[in-house]
């Protein structure tokens, strides 16, 4: 099965988009009639030093609403940002906002295992649903979620900021261009060193499972987007050596995923150690990658022929946004879409059985 990533017109239509997104360039469209007003649902780090200012650098979208449970985040963000009271949700609120039409969107920036819950509200007050990576702990859960926002005829994506990052997509290009040839093997793999032992991202309540549904899942989209097809079978292994900071998930994962054809992907997360943070393709001619591959500033990577991958900076949440703004604004459909999440979260799922069992796992 082919991956739905990219194809040869979608890469174009995208990296011109990715491009026109940048401020630098002073490549940027007309200032549209009405831009699409997006509340955030959850004000953690990520909100707070990434979506909120990439908000204020798009040019399709606006800060509109929050959704917060802590009222001294809200009173913040009110000030800051002069947002209306009517505009101020909890998370026992959410309905309200089908009476509030300066709301188009809901970004859901909660804990993993809190998107469906947040999303299938927003869906169900009329508003569109950007969530973030990884779509959910489950697949019943993202099911749910592409359900909700079906039966409410709301858009539903996640937001993989890479799929509007133009280095990575200059490697799409070259993988789907065979400009060394025919893809072999692919490796990739992300970690850190994870700091708080009480954060949620410890919680297997709350994160479904340790590195592999936080950064793990970058590379193994990357494979996924590199080979422009879908894994037939996973297998892995998980190991812990602090069994108390790391009680109830992984320390570090690796895995390799067998392709059609015959294309080799070994990944490899963890939240023990800094530094891992790349990709690299073989292909039959050559090969091609990043390090680092997946920061929000500063990617770069090389090629075997000598040439340096090394395009434009931008705000990937701008762009991920602007794009979605679009598709509302034009009436299509998004190219990040609740099935695109939904197939992460099989693999992901498929790969802690393999860990769990020893046993390769079909797809």
């Given at each position: 099965?082919?991956?739905?990533?990219?194809?040869?017109?979608?890469?174009?239509?995208?990296?011109?988009?990715?491009?026109?997104?940048?401020?630098?360039?002073?490549?940027?469209?007309?200032?549209?009639?009405?831009?699409?007003?997006?509340?955030?649902?959850?004000?953690?780090?990520?909100?707070?030093?990434?979506?909120?200012?990439?908000?204020?650098?798009?040019?399709?979208?606006?800060?509109?609403?929050?959704?917060?449970?802590?009222?001294?985040?809200?009173?913040?963000?009110?000030?800051?940002?002069?947002?209306?009271?009517?505009?101020?949700?909890?998370?026992?609120?959410?309905?309200?906002?089908?009476?509030?039409?300066?709301?188009?969107?809901?970004?859901?920036?909660?804990?993993?295992?809190?998107?469906?819950?947040?999303?299938?509200?927003?869906?169900?007050?009329?508003?569109?649903?950007?969530?973030?990576?990884?779509?959910?702990?489950?697949?019943?859960?993202?099911?749910?979620?592409?359900?909700?926002?079906?039966?409410?005829?709301?858009?539903?994506?996640?937001?993989?900021?890479?799929?509007?990052?133009?280095?990575?997509?200059?490697?799409?290009?070259?993988?789907?261009?065979?400009v060394f040839g025919g893809l072999k093997s692919i490796k990739a793999g992300f970690g850190f060193a994870i700091g708080d032992p009480k954060q949620w991202r410890l919680n297997k309540a709350l994160s479904g499972g340790g590195p592999m549904m936080d950064?793990?899942?970058?590379?193994?989209?990357?494979?996924?987007?590199?080979?422009?097809?879908?894994?037939?079978?996973?297998?892995?292994?998980?190991?812990?050596?602090?069994?108390?900071?790391?009680?109830?998930?992984?320390?570090?994962?690796?895995?390799?995923?067998?392709?059609?054809?015959?294309?080799?992907?070994?990944?490899?997360?963890?939240?023990?150690?800094?530094?891992?943070?790349?990709?690299?393709?073989?292909?039959?001619?050559?090969?091609?990658?990043?390090?680092?591959?997946?920061?929000?500033?500063?990617?770069?990577?090389?090629?075997?022929?000598?040439?340096?991958?090394?395009?434009?900076?931008?705000?990937?949440?701008?762009?991920?946004?602007?794009?979605?703004?679009?598709?509302?604004?034009?009436?299509?459909?998004?190219?990040?879409?609740?099935?695109?999440?939904?197939?992460?979260?099989?693999?992901?799922?498929?790969?802690?059985?393999?860990?769990?069992?020893?046993?390769?796992?079909?797809?």
């Amino acid at each position: 099965m082919k991956s739905p990533f990219v194809s040869r017109r979608d890469f174009l239509k995208t990296s011109t988009l990715a491009v026109a997104g940048l401020p630098l360039l002073g490549a940027l469209a007309a200032e549209p009639k009405r831009k699409i007003g997006f509340a955030l649902c959850g004000l953690g780090n990520l909100s707070t030093h990434q979506i909120a200012p990439a908000l204020q650098q798009s040019q399709f979208c606006r800060l509109a609403g929050i959704v917060t449970g802590t009222p001294a985040k809200a009173a913040r963000w009110k000030a800051q940002y002069n947002i209306p009271d009517r505009s101020i949700y909890n998370y026992d609120t959410m309905a309200q906002m089908a009476d509030n039409p300066d709301i188009d969107v809901v970004y859901v920036v909660t804990p993993n295992a809190l998107h469906a819950e947040s999303a299938i509200k927003a869906a169900k007050a009329g508003k569109h649903v950007l969530c973030e990576k990884p779509m959910e702990v489950s697949v019943e859960k993202c099911q749910q979620m592409i359900d909700a926002c079906r039966e409410a005829k709301r858009q539903l994506a996640i937001g993989y900021r890479l799929h509007f990052e133009p280095n990575n997509l200059e490697c799409v290009r070259l993988a789907r261009e065979k400009v060394f040839g025919g893809l072999k093997s692919i490796k990739a793999g992300f970690g850190f060193a994870i700091g708080d032992p009480k954060q949620w991202r410890l919680n297997k309540a709350l994160s479904g499972g340790g590195p592999m549904m936080d950064v793990g899942i970058y590379a193994l989209q990357a494979m996924r987007y590199l080979s422009g097809q879908e894994p037939v079978s996973v297998s892995a292994i998980a190991t812990t050596t602090d069994k108390v900071k790391f009680r109830d998930i992984e320390e570090t994962l690796a895995w390799q995923m067998k392709f059609p054809g015959g294309i080799l992907a070994s990944g490899n997360t963890t939240y023990g150690f800094d530094g891992n943070n790349f990709f690299t393709a073989q292909a039959e001619r050559g090969s091609f990658g990043l390090e680092p591959a997946y920061n929000y500033h500063g990617i770069q990577g090389t090629r075997s022929d000598g040439k340096t991958i090394e395009l434009p900076d931008m705000n990937q949440f701008a762009a991920e946004m602007d794009d979605f703004a679009q598709c509302i604004l034009e009436n299509r459909p998004t190219r990040v879409p609740g099935e695109e999440g939904l197939r992460d979260v099989k693999i992901m799922m498929a790969i802690y059985e393999a860990a769990r069992t020893g046993q390769a796992v079909n797809l």
